[in-house]
């Protein structure tokens, strides 16, 4: 099995907490004491494994090139088991946002199926899943976080303020960011904090280039206070224009959205070496679809912004360089 716990690193920058995060911190630990919490290791031949990564594999390049990119930087066996994770959490969003009957959009329901110790034999995420559940010791905890989290958007499509929405990040981002720590490995309990703080981070990063996407589906992420102090309604959204307004809020989300990446940037060096460019890369593309937004004068109502798979591989070299280094962003 690949190591779980290296060798402890000393963090050069602190972490800048702010008040929204310590309820975010406070669920954090609480599911942290999950971790001994290990099920059984599903009795599967190795072929069967190796078709239900190879399934896994397949819906993550699907769904997110940035991810398939990035994760592609790590170990195999933490590779797999990384884009495992990846599919479970997919998976779990797709049930909330496919109609359907009320059995097949129950996120919990799929989720005790997905997690049984004996997954059917025809269930390759089930499978694939369970035994890196197993391998990596994820807290079984931040699976039901992460599945509660999901299922909000079943009964909740607006959010009053950045705390709500934060906290909203963390059931669906930043327990992914935890459960990939421990896939990776990690210095110590200092470590998650930072986990938290990155996982609201690339939550932000898709919402920000989601507006028009989620309005049509009846959703509005971007924090109600904040769209009426930057003088905007839902008949603005509906319209989709891009004016001074607009481009002032898009303005100070990206400007707080790249604070988070930056005050996040620094756990990075307390992951386990062979992970850390992997996961610096992740921060790194993600963070490129602001500058994306912002080059195309902040319109996210008529077109989806995104990196072209040539920026995407000159990012790398210099992006290696400074997660070795321990540069800042």
């Not at 110790?117 to 559940?133: F, M, Q, R, S, V």
């Not at 929405?165 to 200092?190: H, P």
């Not at 307004?245 to 996040?264: P, S, V």
């Not at 992006?319 to 540069?327: I, K, P, Q, V, Y």
């Amino acid at each position: 099995m690949d190591d779980i716990f290296p060798s402890p690193i000393t963090p050069s920058t602190p972490l800048r907490t702010q008040g929204w995060e310590a309820v975010l911190l406070s669920m954090a630990y609480e599911a942290w004491s999950s971790v001994a919490a290990v099920v059984p290791r599903p009795g599967v031949s190795g072929r069967t494994l190796h078709l239900a990564y190879a399934f896994c594999n397949k819906l993550t390049a699907r769904y997110s090139r940035s991810f398939h990119l990035a994760s592609s930087f790590l170990p195999a066996g933490k590779r797999r088991a990384i884009r495992a994770l990846y599919a479970f959490c997919r998976t779990a969003d797709n049930i909330v946002d496919t109609p359907g009957s009320d059995t097949e959009r129950d996120p919990a329901a799929w989720c005790r199926r997905i997690l049984s110790p004996d997954p059917p034999a025809d269930d390759l995420l089930a499978i694939a899943w369970g035994d890196a559940h197993h391998r990596y010791r994820i807290p079984h905890h931040l699976m039901e976080q992460l599945v509660d989290g999901v299922a909000q958007d079943l009964y909740r499509a607006r959010y009053r303020t950045f705390e709500d929405l934060a906290a909203y990040a963390y059931g669906v981002a930043s327990t992914v960011g935890l459960m990939s720590m421990q896939i990776i490995g990690f210095s110590g309990e200092e470590a998650i904090p930072f986990a938290v703080k990155l996982g609201v981070a690339l939550q932000l990063t898709n919402i920000l280039r989601d507006v028009g996407e989620d309005w049509q589906m009846g959703r509005v992420y971007l924090p109600a206070d904040e769209l009426e102090e930057f003088g905007l309604s839902d008949a603005d959204l509906a319209a989709g224009e891009v004016d001074a307004r607009w481009r002032a809020l898009m303005r100070f989300q990206i400007e707080r959205n790249r604070r988070l990446y930056a005050e996040a940037w620094p756990g990075i060096s307390m992951l386990h070496r062979d992970g850390q460019f992997a996961v610096a890369a992740a921060a790194e593309l993600y963070r490129g679809i602001l500058d994306d937004i912002e080059a195309h004068d902040f319109d996210v109502f008529h077109r989806r912004a995104h990196l072209h798979s040539w920026r995407r591989l000159k990012m790398l070299p210099g992006l290696w360089w400074r997660a070795r280094r321990g540069l800042s962003l």
